[in-house]
């Protein structure tokens, strides 16, 4: 199994371009989730999806922030405009919820790391 | 409001030493327990979760957690520290009611193993 796979790895921008980061999540999975790094503010759940549905959004900072999962496996995160204060560790999780069987615990790719200049 | 607390930033174990990694929790019902380990550069990787049933649970490399409802706590330990053990360590609750999808992880301890 490939893992869930995250493109880019890194990602340098200007300030007030538009950034899009890319999640596959494990196939089979229908849970996938969005978190952000940092060292001020940790590891913060942005939002979920289930069967490609987006469940939770409270997280997502603002409405610069947006993100699609238009099939089971590819999700979307973009940032328009792009800020500094963006510069983070953007990690994609999957995970399967189902009726009979649950594994609740989520699978991280690699992350993208993402400077904002 | 729902937190998990990590009150430990950094842990130092000697090799062969036991460790143990302290976490504790607050959430409003019946919780799911998780921890995960982050290497540099590397994305979290999970190591155990406690979902019901005994409340010591064996998970990957050698760790178990233990569940304790009265002192809201799941404490990683592992008998024998590795160097190669040298990680950051997450906690993470997720509260029943939902459903286990929304993860609340721990500000995260970094665990230091000296050769």
């Known amino acids: 199994d490939a893992g869930v796979i995250q493109s880019p790895r890194h990602e340098v921008t200007e300030m007030g371009q538009e950034v899009t980061l890319r999640c596959k999540p494990i196939s089979g999975h229908n849970s996938l989730f969005w978190y952000r790094q940092t060292m001020m503010r940790g590891l913060e759940l942005l939002i979920y999806f289930n069967n490609n549905v987006p469940i939770d959004d409270s997280g997502m900072p603002e409405d610069r922030f947006s993100a699609k999962m238009p099939n089971a496996s590819f999700s979307t995160l973009k940032i328009q405009p792009s800020e500094p204060r963006d510069s983070a560790v953007y990690f994609c999780?999957?995970?399967?919820?189902?009726?009979?069987?649950?594994?609740?615990?989520?699978?991280f790719g690699p992350g993208t790391r993402l400077t904002v200049t | 409001a729902q937190s998990v607390a990590q009150p430990e930033d950094q842990v130092n174990v000697a090799e062969g030493n036991p460790l143990t990694v302290k976490c504790t929790y607050s959430v409003s019902g019946n919780p799911y327990l998780f921890w995960y380990v982050q290497y540099p550069n590397r994305g979290l990787q999970f190591l155990l979760k406690y979902i019901t049933g005994d409340n010591l649970v064996k998970g990957s490399y050698g760790f178990e957690a233990e569940f304790n409802k009265s002192q809201t706590s799941f404490h990683l330990k592992k008998p024998s520290a590795l160097v190669s053990d040298s990680a950051l360590y997450f906690c993470a609750v997720s509260p029943a009611n939902t459903g286990g999808f929304k993860t609340i992880f721990g500000a995260g301890t970094r665990l230091f193993v000296k050769a």
């Open positions: 999780a999957s995970s399967f919820y189902g009726l009979a069987e649950v594994s609740y615990e989520q699978y």
